[in-house]
């Protein structure tokens, strides 16, 4: 499930962009020095219904039995809830969604959604341009079919994942009203704690209970580090550091793995990264262990640009692009609203574990009602001990929205993660 796209319902007066008076009696009074001031965007007691379509397409390069080509499709039902936030909140504003999914194209393999309840927590804060929308952390449960559980008969299974966010410091989704050229580009540091059970059992296929968690806690230079734990006893954890260096450590009941990844190296032919492997197996019974091996590397620089690594390593830049009279051809089926403004995301996510990722998205805002939505996101993955790409896949995601019911000054905020 993707969380990138959001259409809060909300309601928005007339935004001021400078400083707010009032009249009054008595003569003239001092001139207070400018301000921004808060135009409401959000207003608690807002209910927006939305309806509309999700399509996604995943390709691989090379499909196989078990990387097949797919795409799902589905209609949705989203209500979204806008209210004060109860006391001790770590925000002003409270909002709640719940969305519905009627699969209308199966994969036919992997998990295909059923529902979606979402929690955010955002303040609106004056800026000169005039409100800033700025999230402090959000919270979901996903619910979804896993098909590929019941390939052996022993299926489907009901997946359920639940997420949480809290951001380091609070992420600006939008600065409205919106005007042609702003760009947001800020930190990401943040910290996210997810969780999934699945009655799929991974690899036996049976009817056992299978669960993951995890915690990722990124820094704002985008380096991170991430704690995986599933319950047949296997964990990771993957550690990269500011300047591109790292170490990935895994183990189960029966293995013992670790790669320590170096700070690229130019000897004066190219840069190469150096990697260096160890693993321990262990086996049951009257057989011996294996020995332990250790074997150093120097893999092909597979960063950006062949070169060393740049923090950040993880970016998010938001475009406002401006005023469109027309949509795309992937947005047929949009409804037909007013002033279309092209907002865009491009973002980047470079990874210590041999993978680096690119997204494009486009988001055709009318008075803040994210009305289509086009993304493509790009996954290069690499050997680690070689640095040769091992396979490039591609995902497009359509949204496109098909109706609303919003109250007459009815707003809605893109959040662009």
């Known amino acids: 499930m993707h969380l990138r796209y959001y259409l809060f319902g909300v309601v928005t007066a007339g935004l001021c962009l400078s400083a707010c008076s009032g009249g009054g009696g008595g003569g003239p009074s001092p001139t207070p020095p400018p301000t921004a001031t808060v135009s409401p965007v959000l207003i608690p007691g807002t209910v927006g219904q939305y309806n509309g379509t999700d399509t996604l397409v995943h390709v691989f390069p090379h499909p196989t039995g078990t990387q097949a080509n797919y795409t799902a499709a589905y209609t949705f039902k989203l209500t979204r809830n806008v209210e004060a936030a109860a006391a001790g909140a770590p925000a002003a504003i409270d909002v709640n969604a719940v969305t519905t999914y009627t699969t209308t194209q199966d994969p036919g393999s992997g998990v295909t959604e059923s529902s979606l309840a979402a929690d955010t927590f955002l303040n609106q804060v004056g800026v000169s341009a005039g409100t800033a929308i700025q999230e402090v952390g959000s919270s979901s449960t996903t619910t979804g079919i896993d098909e590929s559980a019941g390939a052996s008969g022993g299926g489907p299974f009901t997946k359920i994942a639940?997420?949480?966010?809290?951001?380091?410091?609070?992420?600006?989704?939008?600065?409205?009203?919106?005007?042609?050229?702003?760009?947001?580009?800020?930190?990401?540091?943040?910290?996210v704690t997810s969780s999934a059970t699945d009655a799929n059992g991974a690899v036996s296929d049976t009817a056992t209970t299978f669960d993951t968690?995890?915690?990722?806690?990124?820094?704002?230079?985008?380096?991170?580090?991430?704690?995986?734990?599933?319950?047949?006893?296997?964990?990771?954890?993957?550690?990269?550091?500011?300047?591109?260096?790292?170490?990935?450590?895994?183990?189960?009941?029966?293995?013992?793995?670790?790669?320590?990844?170096?700070?690229?190296?130019?000897?004066?032919?190219?840069?190469?990264?150096?990697?260096?492997?160890?693993?321990?197996?262990?086996?049951?019974?009257?057989?011996?262990?294996?020995?332990?091996?250790?074997?150093?590397?120097?893999?092909?620089?597979?960063?950006?640009?062949?070169?060393?690594?740049?923090?950040?390593?993880?970016?998010?830049?938001?475009?406002?692009?401006?005023?469109?009279?027309?949509?795309?051809?992937?947005?047929?089926?949009?409804?037909?609203?007013p002033n279309v403004y092209e907002v865009d995301l491009n973002e980047s996510t470079l990874n210590i574990d041999a993978s680096y990722a690119t997204e494009y998205q486009q988001t055709f805002n009318s008075n803040g009602n994210s009305v289509c939505v086009l993304r493509t996101t790009t996954t290069n993955d690499y050997a680690l001990t070689t640095g040769i790409v091992t396979q490039t896949t591609t995902e497009t995601f359509t949204q496109v929205l098909t109706s609303l019911s919003v109250p007459a000054s009815g707003s809605a905020v893109h959040r662009k993660t």
């Open 162 to 191: 639940t997420s949480s966010t809290s951001y380091t410091t609070p992420q600006t989704s939008a600065v409205y009203p919106l005007v042609a050229g702003t760009t947001i580009s800020e930190p990401i540091g943040r910290t």
């Open 213 to 337: 968690s995890s915690q990722d806690s990124v820094n704002s230079d985008g380096s991170y580090t991430l704690v995986q734990q599933i319950s047949n006893g296997e964990s990771q954890t993957i550690v990269e550091n500011s300047n591109g260096s790292g170490t990935i450590n895994a183990s189960g009941p029966l293995y013992t793995l670790s790669d320590s990844i170096g700070v690229p190296t130019n000897p004066g032919t190219g840069y190469t990264i150096p990697v260096t492997t160890y693993k321990q197996y262990v086996t049951t019974g009257a057989t011996p262990a294996p020995t332990a091996t250790t074997l150093a590397y120097a893999a092909a620089d597979w960063y950006p640009g062949s070169a060393m690594p740049v923090p950040p390593f993880q970016t998010e830049t938001v475009t406002v692009k401006g005023l469109t009279s027309t949509l795309p051809a992937g947005c047929a089926g949009a409804i037909t609203e």
